[in-house]
T-cell receptor
Framework: DVKVTQSSRYLVKRTGEKVFLECVQDMDHENMFWYRQDPGLGLRLIYFSYDVKMKEKGDIPEGYSVSREKKERFSLILESASTNQTSMYLC?????????????FGSGTRLTVV | RKEVEQDPGPFNVPEGATVAFNCTYSNSASQSFFWYRQDCRKEPKLLMSVYSSGNEDGRFTAQLNRASQYISLLIRDSKLSDSATYLCVVTPGANNLFFGTGTRLTVIP
């Protein structure tokens, strides 16, 4: 089974801190994604990547950046955390050019910014 | 207009009931369709893909209506363990999925 692992399940950070959320997948998938999920808004795409060192903005990239130095790892960075970034963050992966595959998600990181 | 729209519910049904959810999508070029299930405070997990001819997996039946741009999920003989949020997911063929906000189902003993 594909496994997508997010480094932290729960995280509490202070306003203004730089925050790193890590995601690792073990099935050699090309595509990796970062979403945030908020009540009533569903999943919203922050950034995605189709290849190493490649990144594309999603629907809500403001206040975030990403890094993909290795194929299996996709990091989400909050440059200066703010309270409106309190949310559930979900990483996902999928193979390239296989739209019928769907995504496999990590178990999520619930981030609280105080 | 949202890419994918779902009735948020909640749907509260007794055990053994049949329940159906619909979901509409805006992009007529969409190529792949899925239903995901998400339990409280857990990640979404793929429930089933939706094929043009419709498909069934045990008590679950998925249908696609391209002309009207909607997909449906039917659950027969509901179990308590079916209680979850069901997410409708659509992809235009690129490597990106669009998620609905989910429909919450509670199966009552």
């Amino acid at each position: 089974d594909v496994k997508v692992t997010q480094s932290s399940r729960y995280l509490v950070k202070r306003t203004g801190e730089k925050v790193f959320l890590e995601c690792v997948q073990d099935m050699d998938h090309e595509n990796m994604f970062w979403y945030r999920q908020d009540p009533g808004l569903g999943l919203r795409l922050i950034y995605f990547s189709y290849d190493v060192k490649m990144k594309e903005k999603g629907d809500i990239p403001e206040g975030y950046s990403v890094s993909r130095e290795k194929k299996e790892r996709f990091s989400l960075i909050l440059e200066s955390a703010s309270t409106n970034q309190t949310s559930m963050y979900l990483c996902a992966s999928s193979p390239l050019h296989n739209p019928n595959y769907g995504y496999t998600f990590g178990s999520g990181t619930r981030l609280t910014v105080v | 207009r949202k890419e994918v729209e779902q009735d948020p519910g909640p749907f509260n049904v007794p055990e053994g009931a049949t329940v159906a959810f619909n979901c509409t999508y805006s992009n007529s070029a969409s190529q792949s369709f899925f239903w995901y299930r998400q339990d409280c405070r857990k990640e979404p997990k793929l429930l089933m893909s939706v094929y043009s001819s419709g498909n069934e997996d045990g008590r679950f039946t998925a249908q696609l209506n391209r002309a009207s741009q909607y997909i449906s999920l039917l659950i027969r003989d509901s179990k308590l363990s079916d209680s979850a949020t069901y997410l409708c997911v659509v992809t235009p063929g690129a490597n990106n999925l669009f998620f609905g906000t989910g429909t919450r189902l509670t199966v009552i003993p």
